[in-house]
């Protein structure tokens, strides 16, 4: 459980996060998003008690992380970006000492999360010696060495092969069946396939915090039908004979690389317009080549709500 | 507990690293240069001419065995990794200043060995020689915190170093420069002086002021380290 009350946060003249509030309950994933320099990153260091809120509170099962940081720390386990760690120490001497830190026994536990996080070949590397990859895996091997009941990873993924990032997402999809897991990414699709919720924040400001579907549906038109036609009649006919079909928004015509037109036409709410358009467009003597139906993107989504700031 | 577990990793790295060897060399070739050049010329069986050198052998070899303490953790951004552990600022600073302190020690450590020559050509005084080593265990404790402290406010090495250097040095050489300074304010420079109270000891008289001094410089500075760590959050 993550309680985030009107957190602000300056440095010198410049806030870098503005009065952002959210709570976040347990056995939640939520993908925490933004254009660079939104506050991401600073959100996530307040949470961590990596740096102190100008004002606002944070709660870590109700422990606030300015007043007890010891006690409300070992509730979560932490990644930083770019997982910066001791380069000249040996992975399985880094694990050893992170579980020293925790008070955990390390002949249980750097086994067992050497295994989990798929080091068995690196461990007596130095780490400085390791692919970004590798490190990335260290760094999580680390945050997990508390059984944290609280995940907090800034850019898990960036810098995996896509093997190494399917597993990543496994195992932050399994920790977050029974914890609660923030995970900050720029990579929209990794929010649709393994977070529940999204927090979006723009300019320090949050500016969205929903499920994906809310957030998906929140802006007007939430879908679209990608029609190509030949090149036998103009294509402005055909987006005539498009528009003249109850339920369609708009429709703009591109010309694809083959000689062939492409329509897309967007639709009100979910409004089924495919079987009377192709009925019509084949009536008045066009050939179809392909239809498609696609649903609005969170890439959509978050360009509406980034990009107004 | 915690602050020893940072204080084994911080020796372990240490210990890793050329630095550690390339300092600890350095100072005993400069040293046992000014030791031995003027051991055979004084024909004397001590060590005071090596112990009346080391302030400022120090104030040179402290800092630059402890300005990538905290500079490099910041530098790199581990800083955030170990931080974010649970562990208090006083733990980590702890934990890294033992580890610095017995570094220091273990550089000096082999100018016991200039004990030899003294006993071999002469019959040598021991108390002053033992008083000797007891300062300079002080004045490495209190450059130590000095050095630590020079390394908290900033990521870079060179900075760092020059830091704790110019503290150091000014406190090793403030009583030579009192004999430009008016009468009036002498008394209180002169208890400032780190080699004025370093010789003190060494003559063999442990002298509470001393102690005292040294004591409460190093608890000065150490405190000052703590605080700059817990405001690196704000």
């Known amino acids: 459980m993550i309680e985030v009350s009107h957190v602000s946060r300056n440095f010198g003249d410049f806030r870098a996060v503005n009065d952002v509030s959210f709570s976040i309950p ?265 239809a498609a139906l696609n649903k609005n993107s969170l890439e959509d989504v978050f360009h509406t709500l980034t990009e107004a700031k | 507990m915690t602050a020893i577990t940072i204080m084994k990793r911080e020796l372990k790295a240490y210990f890793t690293a050329p630095v550690a060897y390339i300092v600890t060399a350095l100072f005993l070739i400069v040293s046992g240069i000014l030791f031995f050049s003027t051991f055979f010329l004084y024909d004397r069986a001590e060590l005071r001419q090596y112990f009346s050198l080391l302030p400022i052998l120090l104030s040179f070899f402290i800092p630059a065995l402890t300005m990538r303490i905290f500079a490099e953790e910041r530098r790199v951004g581990s800083i955030e990794t170990l931080m974010t552990l649970p562990v208090t600022e006083a733990d980590v600073v702890t934990g890294k200043y033992l580890a610095s302190l017995f570094s220091t020690l273990i550089m000096i450590a082999p100018t016991l060995l200039y004990i030899i020559p003294a006993a071999v050509f002469g019959s040598p005084d021991y108390g002053p020689i033992v008083g000797g080593f007891v300062g300079a265990i002080f004045l490495c404790a209190s450059f130590t915190a000095i050095g630590l402290f020079a390394t908290s406010i900033t990521k870079n090495q060179i900075i760092a170093f020059f830091t704790g250097f110019i503290i150091c040095i000014a406190l090793a050489m403030i009583d030579s420069f009192l004999i430009f300074l008016p009468s009036s304010i002498v008394s209180v420079l002169s208890y400032l002086s780190a080699s004025a109270h370093f010789t003190s000891i060494s003559r063999g008289i442990l002298d509470t002021r001393d102690v005292i001094y040294f004591v409460s410089l190093t608890a000065l500075f150490f405190a000052m380290t703590v605080r700059l760590q817990q405001n690196s959050k704000n």
């Open chain 1, 26 to 290: 347990t056995g939640q994933i939520v993908g925490l998003l933004g254009p660079n320099g939104a506050g991401k990153t600073t959100t996530m260091r307040m949470i961590t008690g990596f740096l102190s809120p100008s004002s606002g509170t944070v709660k870590i099962d109700g422990i606030d992380i300015t007043e007890n940081p010891v006690e409300a720390k070992k509730k979560i386990g932490y990644m930083p970006e770019s997982a910066p760690l001791y380069g000249e120490m040996i992975v399985e001497d880094y694990l050893v000492y992170i579980a020293n830190i925790y008070g955990q026994n390390p002949a249980e536990k750097v086994p067992a999360l050497c295994e989990e996080c798929g080091l068995k070949e690196v461990m007596s590397k130095n780490i400085s010696e390791l692919s970004r990859g590798n490190r990335q895996r260290v760094a999580l091997a680390h945050a997990l060495m508390n059984d944290p009941e609280i995940l907090i990873l800034d850019e898990p993924t960036s810098g995996l092969d896509p093997n190494q990032v399917e597993d990543v997402r496994a195992i932050i999809r399994e920790i977050g069946k029974t914890r609660t897991v923030i995970v900050s990414t720029h990579i929209l699709s990794e929010v649709e396939t393994i977070c529940s919720r999204a927090i979006i924040i723009s300019g320090g400001k949050l500016v969205a915090d929903s499920s994906i579907e809310e957030l998906k549906n929140s802006i007007g038109t939430s879908s679209s039908v990608h029609i190509t036609v030949g090149s036998g009649k103009p294509a402005d006919e055909a987006a005539q004979i498009a528009k003249s079909i109850s339920g369609v928004a708009a429709v703009s015509v591109n010309q694809t690389e083959d000689g062939l037109s492409q329509l897309v036409v967007s639709v009100n709410g979910d409004t089924e317009i495919r079987p009377a358009l192709i009925k019509k467009l084949v009536e008045g003597g066009f050939d179809l080549y392909e």
